[in-house]
């Protein structure tokens, strides 16, 4: 299997929405940013499938010496192998990776957050500097769609937060801030025991409004320069935000099960989104 073929297995077993936004991008930005969402999933998986905490320490910090090795031309991993080529010609640094290593070490070191410009602090490393760099291979051309791309991929990673509270929960993990359970008197025993409440909707129904704002604070940030570049952005948001509106639509039962949208369904919101262009 090449590097190349590894990568695309990855994204394609992954059932990601950003596996839909990919299909409609020219062959060398599709090659480009299937490689960086590879990596940002075996990063990611350390964390997900994590059994020992030190054992995934340890890959961590064996990612990021293969990122380091990788920009000194000496990458091992295939997806190091797929990703390099790409790098110069999409403003793609060792800096970037480093970031996204960081923000899954947090996972490993942290499972609560005070409030939530904590929380964004983390966001702003897993899913902002994603979407910078994703910006970068879509084909952004103003430094205005630099700000575009974090506030989208904030958006989208506190819908992910919303839909997996009790996926999270069960790993011990509860990324709603604290100052927020303790304004809406919502105990973390609750959470991580699955318990509903009147409280705990009225917790959640605050969370998807920060959610909905921050898209449309985000969209308000994209310039009609770069808006058809943009539009694989705009693709995966359109489907993020869906799912979102599906949890909401289901009073947020969101600690019993995780909830999807249909690979179809998915496709057709991103060909829709290609044919509306917004």
Same mark, same amino acid.
């Given at each position: 299997?090449t590097?190349?073929?590894?990568?695309?297995?990855? +994204?394609?077993?992954s059932?990601?929405s950003f596996?839909?936004a990919f299909l @409609?991008?020219?062959?060398p930005?599709r090659?480009?940013?299937?490689?960086?969402?590879?990596?940002?999933?075996?990063?990611?998986?350390v964390?997900?499938?994590?059994?020992?905490?030190? #054992?995934?320490?340890?890959?961590?910090? !064996? !990612?990021r010496?293969?990122?380091?090795?990788a920009? =000194?031309?000496?990458?091992? /991993?295939?997806?190091?192998?797929?990703? &390099?080529?790409?790098?110069?010609?999409f403003?793609?640094? *060792?800096? /970037?990776?480093?970031? #996204?290593?960081?923000g899954?070490?947090?996972?490993?070191?942290?499972?609560?957050?005070?409030?939530?410009?904590?929380l964004a602090?983390?966001?702003?490393?897993?899913?902002g500097?994603?979407?910078?760099? +994703?910006?970068?291979?879509?084909?952004?051309t103003?430094?205005e769609?630099? =700000?575009?791309? /974090?506030?989208?991929?904030?958006?989208? *990673?506190?819908?992910?937060?919303?839909r997996d509270?009790?996926?999270?929960?069960?790993?011990?993990?509860?990324?709603?801030?604290?100052?927020?359970?303790?304004?809406?008197?919502?105990?973390?025993?609750e959470v991580?025991?699955?318990?509903?409440?009147?409280?705990?909707?009225?917790?959640?129904k @605050?969370?998807?409004?920060?959610?909905h704002r921050?898209?449309?604070?985000?969209?308000?940030?994209?310039?009609?320069?770069?808006?058809?570049? %943009?539009?694989?952005?705009? &693709?995966? =948001?359109?489907?993020?935000r869906?799912?979102?509106?599906?949890?909401? +639509?289901?009073? @947020? %039962?969101?600690?019993? *099960?995780?909830?999807?949208?249909t690979?179809? $369904?998915?496709? !057709?919101? =991103?060909? $829709?989104?290609n044919?509306?262009g917004?």
């Amino acid at each position: 299997m090449t590097p190349e073929q590894y990568v695309q297995d990855k +994204a394609a077993k992954s059932g990601s929405s950003f596996y839909y936004a990919f299909l @409609f991008l020219p062959p060398p930005r599709r090659a480009a940013i299937t490689a960086f969402y590879a990596f940002c999933r075996e990063v990611d998986d350390v964390v997900d499938d994590m059994v020992d905490p030190g #054992v995934a320490a340890t890959k961590l910090a !064996w !990612w990021r010496k293969e990122a380091g090795q990788a920009f =000194a031309g000496n990458a091992t /991993h295939p997806v190091m192998k797929a990703l &390099m080529p790409h790098t110069a010609t999409f403003g793609i640094t *060792q800096e /970037h990776l480093q970031s #996204v290593i960081d923000g899954c070490q947090m996972d490993l070191e942290q499972s609560r957050y005070l409030d939530f410009p904590g929380l964004a602090r983390y966001c702003h490393l897993v899913a902002g500097v994603v979407g910078e760099v +994703a910006s970068n291979i879509f084909g952004r051309t103003q430094p205005e769609t630099v =700000a575009y791309a /974090h506030k989208l991929g904030l958006a989208m *990673q506190l819908t992910n937060i919303i839909r997996d509270v009790g996926d999270d929960a069960r790993r011990g993990r509860i990324y709603l801030p604290v100052s927020e359970l303790k304004q809406f008197d919502v105990k973390a025993q609750e959470v991580l025991n699955r318990g509903y409440s009147e409280r705990f909707t009225a917790l959640m129904k @605050f969370q998807a409004e920060r959610a909905h704002r921050t898209y449309d604070e985000a969209f308000a940030l994209l310039t009609d320069a770069d808006r058809v570049a %943009q539009k694989p952005g705009v &693709m995966m =948001a359109n489907i993020y935000r869906t799912l979102l509106r599906e949890i909401e +639509a289901d009073n @947020f %039962q969101v600690l019993h *099960q995780r909830t999807s949208l249909t690979p179809l $369904r998915k496709l !057709w919101i =991103a060909v $829709r989104t290609n044919w509306r262009g917004r």
